[in-house]
């Protein structure tokens, strides 16, 4: 070689087509799953030597056939996946003969292999119309997986009436229908056309819209055992149950006879003008579509607009246009709640602000407080020093006792300003529930403190015995007692005791009887004088 080419005129051409390449691929992939692997062809084949060294990599107990003779050396164990796999050239009697003569060694079966076989590998016949999928798409052709024992090839000139490019219409994995010209091409390969069934379709416009995936509107006429059919311009559709509710298998088909579902054909029948058609599918695209449309308006730091759709214990869901979103329980109000309702109501229109956007996980976080002004910013406009404010008791303290003045602003009333007498505890004078009224001493609204009084709204000469607000109103509205009935309880004094002049003897007993009683107002006094100074 090297004396008769020089360096600069040897060239190497790779031989090997996609189909060869294809048909290895597929035969390592069955010998990976199978315990057994039989590689069927004439030993002489380099084709089929290639895919014995191949499945022979992966499975160790893979056995080269060449006639039905070589099945007796095959040992196969009951529970054993057999795997079976033929060169391109190997002729297909030769294939059903070591299959039956395997199926004859395993007799003892429930089921033959053969059966197995038969019902594994697809029957085709030129002029049918089958579906496959698409396992690769070049400038020249299309390579189709038919469920055959030998994959399907479309040419260029076959695919469509244009001179389209194959990889620009075609990718892989793409389900497409085609027709069988040629069972065996020569080189173990199925001619196929799929410009034969667009021609058929062509011919009726109906079916020509619908085989390129249009969605349309169909109105269910009858529920059958199997799911729903409708009529569509003279074609039958059917509707499976399976294809019905997007979660689920759909079980009373019976309340869908007269509604109108938007389908798309998944199998079409042209010659005698049926299909078959999703509705799911259709519904599944149309929510994810109104999904990626409505995250894509969304970004954080937003305001927008939602309706409250649920409540939990933990917040609140919310519509924002076709996406639901959660307000936290800590970010519906500035202040301290039990439950989302005690703010909001199901279906309560709402200004929310997004707090943070999780595409991956579908996740929203919106703010309502955020968008409401905090309690304190006007505090101390709203309670100036000196004024009086009404509020009710919600928490008492070993020092004094909380009053809510509005939600999320409470005062605080020590225990030196609940009572004008010395208690010993808070609840001597006020409970919890109590609504009472305060003079607001100090407001600090950067430290959430204000200051509050009672006692200084009490009377001095007055009982020094708190009264909640309720009860002293009831008690500003009883009727006063008659002035003679308390003119009459109060006895008068004698005439004559005032008169009479008292003799020495009787005032020197009246000093003996007084003196106890001024030493006891003078410790009254300082008794009182003692309270003053513990207060």
């Known amino acids: 070689m090297e004396a008769r080419f020089p360096q600069n005129e040897k060239h190497v051409f790779d031989t090997i087509c996609d189909a060869t390449t294809q048909r290895q691929e597929e035969a390592v992939r069955i010998a990976r799953a199978a315990d057994v692997t039989v590689v069927i062809g004439g030993r002489q084949s380099s084709n089929t030597a290639k895919l014995f060294a191949l499945c022979r990599e992966v499975c160790e107990r893979t056995y080269a056939v060449e006639t039905s003779k070589d099945v007796s050396a095959i040992r196969i164990n009951q529970n054993d996946v057999i795997g079976v796999t033929a060169?391109?050239?190997?002729?297909?009697?030769?294939?059903?003969?070591?299959?039956?003569?395997?199926?004859?060694?395993n007799a003892a079966e429930n089921v033959s292999f053969a059966?197995?076989?038969d019902k594994a590998m697809v029957k085709i016949r030129p002029g049918q119309v089958i579906k496959g999928k698409v396992?690769?798409?070049k400038e020249d052709e299309v390579s189709v997986d038919i469920g055959y024992k030998a994959d399907g090839l479309i040419s260029k000139e076959e695919l469509t009436s244009t001179d389209e490019d194959p990889t620009a219409l075609f990718?892989?994995?793409?389900?497409?229908?085609?027709?069988?010209?040629k069972v065996n091409d020569g080189n173990g390969n199925v001619v196929l056309s799929r410009k034969k069934v667009l021609a058929?379709?062509?011919?009726d416009e109906t079916l020509l819209a619908i085989s390129n995936g249009e969605v349309f509107e169909v109105t269910i006429k009858e529920a059958v055992k199997g799911g729903l059919t409708a009529d569509y311009d003279g074609v039958r559709v059917f509707i499976p149950r399976s294809q019905i509710r997007v979660n689920g298998y759909a079980h009373d088909v019976d309340r869908y006879v007269g509604q109108t579902m938007r389908v798309r054909a998944i199998d079409i029948d042209a010659k005698h003008r049926k299909l078959v058609a999703t509705h799911s599918a259709v519904v599944a695209e149309e929510r994810e579509a109104a999904l990626e449309e409505a995250w894509s308006k969304l970004e954080e730091g937003a305001t927008v607009k939602g309706i409250v759709r649920r409540l939990t214990d933990f917040g609140a869901f919310v519509d924002i246009g076709g996406v639901d979103g959660l307000i936290h329980i800590g970010d519906i109000a500035w202040y301290r709640i039990n439950k989302p309702s005690d703010v909001l109501k199901v279906k309560q229109e709402v200004e929310v602000v997004v707090l943070s956007l999780d595409r991956e996980h579908e996740r929203i976080s919106l703010g309502y407080k955020q968008l409401q002004p905090k309690p304190w910013d006007h505090a101390e406009e709203k309670y100036p020093v000196d004024s009086i404010v009404r509020g009710t008791v919600v928490r008492i303290t070993t020092f004094g006792a909380f009053v809510a003045l509005e939600p999320g602003v409470d005062g605080l009333v020590h225990i030196s300003e609940v009572s004008n007498k010395f208690i010993a505890k808070v609840e001597d004078a006020v409970k919890v529930g109590d609504e009472i009224e305060a003079l607001v001493l100090d407001v600090d609204a950067n430290a959430k403190r204000i200051s509050?009084?009672?006692k200084a709204l009490l009377n001095p000469e007055e009982a020094t015995e708190v009264v909640p607000v309720e009860a002293a109103e009831e008690e500003a509205e009883a009727p006063e007692a008659p002035a003679e009935e308390a003119e009459a309880e109060a006895p008068e004094a004698p005439a004559e005791e005032a008169e009479t002049p008292e003799t020495p003897a009787e005032e020197a007993e009246t000093e003996a009887i007084e003196t106890p009683d001024e030493e006891a107002?003078?410790?009254?006094?300082e008794e009182l004088a003692e309270e003053k100074t513990e207060e």
């Open 171 to 181: 990718h892989e994995g793409d389900e497409i229908e085609v027709e069988v010209l």
């Open 452 to 454: 509050l009084s009672i």
């Open 87 to 105: 060169g391109a050239s190997t002729p297909e009697w030769l294939i059903k003969e070591v299959v039956d003569r395997m199926s004859e060694n």
């Open 135 to 137: 396992i690769y798409a």
């Open 115 to 117: 059966e197995e076989m």
């Open 521 to 525: 107002a003078e410790e009254a006094a």
């Open 200 to 203: 058929r379709l062509a011919a």
